[in-house]
């Protein structure tokens, strides 16, 4: 279809849209993924595209939701939530920045991730949404968390919703809601992981452990998966049951260090000999 020169565009992508529609229907999730890259979002940018628009986000929800990719799905959610109709209705736009910051705090920790969360947290619309607000928050705040105390504060409110802010359905009572919920836990104890390497050069596995409200096993997995990923930097003596979060300095930046107190030093005597060079002069004329 989208060879078709006399077709007009809208005509085309809306023939495209309805191909990822039928491919995700079959379950056919490698051709959805490759006929998706047939459509350019720059044209959701020209006017009366709106529905398509939020057509083609929804199904690229449906498609990462598969593959698991939650910093994708939340970038889809954001399209829509900047989508002028969306915006127009208090209700939907809510609901849409609600997905927005629960699937960036559920999206694994990196550059692109931190920069996504701060980039929300500045949206001031949050506001009307203080539990989410408030719940962002404690991601970007440098301190360690609780599940428990997490669970009774949010639990009830972002998987049942209240009267005035329903809840929306990232943990529903679904398998994949459980899911996601279970992944909310391990994106806890990685914050409270990495606040750690922040703040300790050295720590016993049994303290980390307890701070974590895991057992030793399953801190060890976490501590582990971080370093792989390269998030932190960690190396264990599980013999003495340490953790030391201490990187190593290269032998260059050693060198340049010393090198550049010696010269801070030198240039102390320097001005010091001079200074005592110069009390003798007036004294010598007094």
């Not at 989208?2 to 849209?17: A, N, P």
């Not at 836990?185 to 914050?191: I, L, P």
């Not at 409270?192 to 096993?217: E, H």
């Amino acid at each position: 279809v989208e060879t078709y020169g006399s077709m007009e565009k809208k005509e085309r992508v809306e023939f495209i849209l309805e191909q990822m529609r039928l491919c995700l229907a079959v379950k056919d999730y490698i051709r959805t993924q490759i006929i998706s890259k047939k459509i350019n979002t720059k044209f959701f940018q020209e006017e009366n595209t709106e529905k398509l628009k939020l057509k083609y986000y929804n199904l690229m929800i449906q498609l990462d939701q598969h593959e698991g990719s939650y910093l994708s799905i939340c970038k889809h959610y954001r399209a829509i939530y900047d989508t002028p109709c969306i915006q127009a209705e208090s209700e939907k736009w809510q609901q849409a920045l609600k997905s927005v910051v629960l699937y960036v705090i559920l999206s694994p920790y990196d550059n692109e991730q931190s920069d996504l969360v701060h980039r929300i947290s500045s949206d001031k619309k949050l506001e009307e949404i203080p539990k989410y607000k408030d719940l962002l928050k404690l991601f970007t705040t440098m301190e360690l968390m609780r599940w428990t105390a997490l669970v009774e504060e949010y639990g009830k409110e972002l998987r049942e919703g209240s009267l005035d802010s329903p809840a929306t359905d990232v943990f529903g009572c679904t398998e994949e809601g459980e899911k996601r919920w279970k992944d909310l836990k391990n994106r806890v104890v990685e914050h409270n992981i990495r606040i750690m390497a922040k703040y300790y050069t050295r720590i016993t596995m049994k303290r980390m452990a307890q701070l974590l409200d895991l057992s030793v096993d399953e801190s060890e997995e976490f501590l582990s998966n971080l370093v792989v990923n390269k998030t932190i930097f960690a190396k264990v003596d599980r013999l003495a049951g340490i953790i030391n979060f201490q990187r190593p300095k290269d032998p260059n930046n050693i060198l340049n260090d010393w090198s550049h107190k010696l010269n801070s030093l030198m240039a102390l005597v320097n001005k010091t000999t001079h200074l005592i060079a110069k009390e003798e002069m007036i004294h010598n004329l007094q």
